[in-house]
T-cell receptor
């Protein structure tokens, strides 16, 4: 059974500092991995999707890496802003049509 | 990206009543939709997988007769919480899979259910 863990559970940084969020999964036989953002009381916004054959994806200040063999993904957010404050969730999919397994999330607070 | 809507966004009901939540994919067809439940400060828990035109597949521990799912068209799935009780109060989120090359899931904005 796939298990996804996110460490730390919460993170507080001053504005401008780079953020590093970690995600680990127990079964390396994944189809893809997604990073999401969730604001309080809202749904999920997809940030980056990495296919199992890819090593990283980038979008603006966001960069996500994937090391399938070690079961790890890292989300980097450069030059953090107060607007980046949210909960970040990673999720892995085992097969093409299969369900997503979510990590517990990392709550991020960027202080102005 | 693809857009998924949910209705209502918030509902308050009395114990014993049934509540229906709609999930719609607005600009794409979704053969598969998923229903999740999220408790405060916790991650999403998958409740069931809904395939258009067939019965939903429920996760272990989720009562089929309690949470009725209907996926009658390629753009609409509904979740009905029957005879709701206070412990059913939660945030319910749906997602729709686009069937594209990455089978990406797009999430709705969620529905906050409060049962008095």
């Amino acid at each position: 059974k796939q298990e996804v863990t996110q460490i730390p559970a919460a993170l507080s940084v001053p504005e401008g500092e780079n953020l590093v969020l970690n995600c680990s999964f127990t079964d390396s036989a994944i189809y893809n991995l997604q990073w999401f953002r969730q604001d309080p009381g809202k749904g999920l916004t997809s940030l980056l999707l990495i296919q199992s054959s890819q090593r990283e994806q980038t979008s603006g200040r966001l960069n996500a890496s994937l090391d399938k063999s070690s079961g790890r993904s890292t989300l980097y957010i450069a030059a953090s802003q107060p607007g980046d404050s949210a909960t970040y969730l990673c999720a892995v999919k085992r097969a093409a049509g299969n369900k997503l397994t979510f990590g517990g999330g990392t709550r991020v607070l960027v202080k102005p | 990206g693809a857009v998924v809507s949910q209705h209502p966004s918030r509902v308050i009901c009395k114990s014993g009543t049934s509540v229906k939540i709609e999930c719609r994919s607005l600009d794409f067809q979704a053969t598969t939709m998923f229903w999740y439940r999220q408790f405060p400060k916790q991650s999403l828990m998958l409740m069931a997988t809904s395939n258009e035109g067939s019965k939903a597949t429920y996760e272990q521990g989720v009562e089929k007769d309690k949470f009725l799912i209907n996926h009658a068209s390629l753009t609409l799935s509904t979740l009905t919480v029957t005879s709701a009780h206070p412990e059913d109060s939660s945030f319910y989120i749906c997602s729709a899979q686009d069937g594209g090359p990455y089978n990406e899931q797009f999430f709705g904005p969620g529905t906050r259910l409060t049962v008095l």
